[in-house]
């Protein structure tokens, strides 16, 4: 059975899905003709009606559902999203606000258990990779949706994001800063638009070079992909005096593959990753990595998500989270060749 959205109920009712919405959240003003209209289209497509009332209910009674795409093993496997539960449960409790979170299937036939039992004032929505078409349905849900990272240009979403273009380039300009032309990108899958912005940003530095960087594209970002990466870059003879990894999980893969090749750590290959996941200070030799703000983000998002249901600013907005340069042991000055 094909998933009933707004929309649907928008064209059943002949009004638009903004004001579905606001029917559906008891936002007004809403003419009672039109509150029994949407009420009649929902009714007659079986489309689960919620039971809350915003302005009816206390900040204590709300409730915010958080699904991740991709954890599917468990938070525990997943230190970037582990950090960003921890930001959005910590501002939850800090507002007296509820906060349920569960992964995200990805499957664009399922609609999330948590949204099926109608009791969710909102939703946060974080992880890849999720489908476009389960993207769109997600940001129809008749509660205020945000997403933690931008999924979609042509489709007008709340967000909360890295700001992964301005990442890609900081990473990029600290290399070049220490005289590395000679470069080698590690990148995940091209379908991944966090991956898309980091590259583009870090290509946009190098533009004007006479060495062209070498990119390596992956189909998933882990440590096995970041080895075998860096495992054919070394098999092909490719020179390089320094390695952009747009995520840490596979500099530690890169890393690892390097050592076992003899190679030194900068001195003979400089390396930056991207995230700063908490063991990135920890492994040998301590990796120059840009931090992303994770628990920010995920405390961000809560913030939106209320802001939203207090009307105190109409969606969708979009907020964008700036990156600094963690510099560590990993780089170093380019060697005179």
């Known amino acids: 059975m094909p998933t009933i959205t707004i929309r649907d109920l928008a064209n ?5 899905t903004a004001t579905v919405s606001r029917v559906l959240r008891n936002q007004g003003p809403i003419s009672e003709k039109t ?11 079986n489309y689960p009606i919620p039971t809350y009332g915003w302005k009816n209910q206390s900040t204590t009674h709300r409730q915010i559902g958080m699904l991740i795409a991709g954890i599917e093993g468990g938070l525990e496997h997943n230190s970037f999203f582990a950090e960003v539960v921890m930001g959005a449960s910590s501002e939850a409790e ?12 990805v499957n664009t036939g399922t609609r999330p258990a948590m949204l099926r039992n109608g009791n969710m004032n909102g939703l946060i929505i ?3 990779p999720i489908p476009d078409e389960q993207i769109m349905a997600l940001g129809q849900q008749p509660v205020p949706v ?12 709340s967000y909360v994001s890295p700001e992964n273009l301005e990442g890609g380039r ?17 990148s995940g899958p091209p379908t991944i638009k966090t991956f898309n912005d980091r590259l583009r940003g870090a290509q946009e530095v190098f533009r004007d070079c006479d060495e062209p960087s070498r990119v390596v594209l992956s189909p998933t970002f882990d440590e096995a992909a970041g080895y075998e990466a860096m495992a054919g870059l070394l098999d092909r003879g490719e020179e390089m ?10 500099a530690f893969g890169a890393l690892r593959c390097m050592r076992e090749r003899g190679l030194r750590i900068p001195e003979d290959i400089s390396m930056v990753g991207f995230s700063d996941l908490p063991t990135a200070g920890m492994i040998d030799p301590p990796l120059t990595t840009i931090h992303v703000p994770q628990r920010r983000l995920g405390a961000l998002a809560v913030h939106l998500v209320h802001a939203l249901l207090e009307g105190d600013i109409a969606g969708p907005v979009g907020m964008m989270v700036p990156l600094t340069l963690v510099e560590r042991s990993s780089t170093t000055r380019v060697r005179n060749l």
Not at 35 to 45: P, R, T
Not at 171 to 184: N, Q, S, T, V
């Open 12 to 16: 059943k009712a002949g009004v638009s």
């Open 35 to 45: 509150q029994q209209l949407v009420m009649q289209a929902a009714s007659e497509l």
């Open 94 to 105: 800090r507002r007296n606000i509820g906060i349920s979170i569960a992964p995200l299937s």
């Open 126 to 128: 974080a992880g890849v």
């Open 146 to 157: 945000v997403f933690i990272g931008r999924y979609l240009d042509h489709v007008p979403l």
């Open 170 to 186: 900081i990473a990029a300009l600290h290399l070049k800063e220490l005289g590395h032309f000679k470069i080698a990108i590690l």
């Open 241 to 250: 005096t320094a390695v952009l990894s747009l995520s840490d999980w596979m």
